[in-house]
């Protein structure tokens, strides 16, 4: 997901795409640029057909929600966990 910069002061967009393997776009959405990343990941991913897919994502995704989201659709996240986690999960 790919995120337009702030310059001081100024209205920010933040672009959320999910691409496949070869970088290609398959769905993307825009948000403003004050919003936490993990609030639309549910919503990018719906549209798009996950099962048997390696979902890859920064640790701001890691959080329980996404990740079950993920796994109920018999995909994979690669998602690493945050440092302050409890109980971190291992990520290959």
Do not use: C
Not at 3 to 28: A, Q, R
Not at 39 to 56: E, F, R, W, Y
Not at 68 to 76: E, K, L, Q, R, S
């Amino acid at each position: 997901m790919q995120h337009i910069g702030k310059s001081s002061g100024e209205h920010t967009i933040k672009i959320y795409v999910v691409v496949d393997g070869l970088g290609n776009p398959l769905y993307f959405q825009l948000s403003g640029g004050n919003l936490h990343d993990s609030v639309h990941a549910l919503g990018v991913l719906d549209p798009v057909t996950i099962k048997g897919s390696n979902i890859i994502g920064d640790r701001a995704y890691g959080s329980l929600a996404i990740r079950t989201y993920v796994g109920d659709y018999d995909a994979i996240y690669i998602i690493p966990p945050k440092k302050k986690t409890r109980k971190p999960w291992t990520v290959d």
